[in-house]
């Protein structure tokens, strides 16, 4: 009998212990909380990734989903598919929000990209762009007649224009807007014709033009090289003179933007050991 009642003993405090261990587990769950957060490129997963360990302490899961594109990441944040976005930058998501009728938010700068003017390549120049022949040597050798290629939308169109005016090629209005447009060009200090043409396609005409302003994504991809590299002008090496709209971001829904957690994640983002990750992609800090 007493061999019994304590095997029975036994038991119930196994049971006991094994309910106690799922309730634990159970515990634990409920108290993570999971956030979807989207991106468009490995670099910026790998980023996210940190972050995402840096903030297991506090109870939160960060998952990342990469796009491939720059269209899907704002209705998907918009419609709740995400709960925050890490792609663009301020003038970008003001566009969205203005042709979409939609309020998603900035709630933290994350790094700004080199934006820069690259000259024009000889025709029949071969190899690739580093070892080409060069039309001009320094962005002060433009002048009357040359051609310089800019990007045909608003955002980056709006950027180059501005690093001209930096570089003392044109001069802006006054009152032009954030995103300028040629429209807002009140003198041509040196009398270029400005050709606007996509961003994608502009690495292309390089032997048309002058002189072109790239976006970096396409200078690494279809150049080849880097800003560093192959730049004759980097808007980001005089960053007092770069409009804080192209700034990249971490986007959210309006009513989340004062969300307890996203402040713990926009902490462990903005951290020395990110900015070192960061400036790995040729891209700089923006906080």
């Given at each position: 009998?007493?061999?019994?009642?304590?095997?029975?003993?036994?038991?119930?405090?196994?049971?006991?212990?094994?309910?106690?261990?799922?309730?634990?587990?159970?515990?634990?769950?409920?108290?993570?909380?999971?956030?979807?957060?989207?991106?468009?490129?490995?670099?910026?997963?790998?980023?996210?990734?940190?972050?995402?360990?840096?903030?297991?302490?506090?109870?939160?899961?960060?998952?990342?989903?990469?796009?491939?594109?720059?269209?899907?990441?704002?209705?998907?944040?918009?419609?709740?598919?995400?709960?925050?976005?890490?792609?663009?930058?301020?003038?970008?998501?003001?566009?969205f929000n203005k042709e979409n009728g939609e309020d998603l938010v900035p709630i933290a700068f994350t790094l700004i990209s080199p934006f820069g003017l690259y000259s024009g390549i000889e025709k029949g120049s071969t190899g690739d762009y580093k070892n080409a022949?060069?039309?001009?040597?320094?962005?002060?050798?433009?002048?009357?007649?040359?051609?310089?290629?800019?990007?045909?939308?608003?955002?980056?169109?709006?950027?180059?224009?501005?690093?001209?005016?930096?570089?003392?090629?044109?001069?802006?209005?006054?009152?032009?807007?954030?995103?300028?447009?040629?429209?807002?060009?009140?003198?041509?200090?040196?009398?270029?014709?400005?050709?606007?043409?996509?961003?994608?396609?502009?690495?292309?005409?390089?032997?048309?033009?002058?002189?072109?302003?790239?976006?970096?994504?396409?200078?690494?991809?279809?150049?080849?090289?880097?800003?560093?590299?192959?730049?004759?002008?980097?808007?980001?090496?005089?960053?007092?003179?770069?409009?804080?709209?192209?700034?990249?971001?971490?986007?959210?829904?309006?009513?989340?933007?004062?969300?307890?957690?996203?402040?713990?994640?926009?902490?462990?983002y903005q951290t020395p050991e990110v900015a070192k990750l960061i400036e790995k992609t040729n891209d700089m800090p923006a906080w």
């Open positions: 009998m007493k061999k019994k009642l304590f095997s029975f003993i036994v038991l119930a405090a196994a049971a006991v212990f094994v309910l106690a261990g799922c309730g634990g587990s159970k515990s634990s769950d409920s108290k993570e909380r999971k956030y979807v957060v989207g991106v468009t490129t490995e670099q910026q997963k790998e980023i996210w990734k940190y972050v995402g360990k840096q903030v297991a302490k506090d109870g939160i899961k960060i998952d990342v989903k990469i796009f491939s594109g720059y269209t899907e990441e704002n209705p998907a944040l918009a419609d709740g598919s995400l709960d925050l976005n890490s792609f663009q930058h301020v003038a970008f998501l003001n566009n022949e060069k039309k001009i040597k320094s962005y002060k050798d433009l002048k009357d007649g040359d051609t310089v290629a800019i990007q045909n939308d608003v955002t980056n169109g709006g950027r180059a224009l501005q690093l001209l005016d930096a570089i003392g090629v044109i001069t802006l209005k006054k009152d032009a807007p954030e995103s300028p447009t040629v429209k807002d060009i009140e003198k041509y200090n040196t009398k270029i014709e400005i050709k606007e043409i996509q961003a994608d396609q502009i690495a292309s005409v390089l032997p048309d033009v002058t002189a072109a302003t790239i976006n970096t994504n396409f200078v690494n991809d279809q150049l080849n090289t880097t800003p560093r590299e192959a730049a004759l002008y980097i808007d980001t090496d005089h960053l007092e003179k770069v409009n804080d709209i192209y700034k990249n971001v971490i986007a959210a829904r309006k009513e989340d933007e004062n969300k307890k957690d996203f402040k713990t994640i926009v902490k462990a």
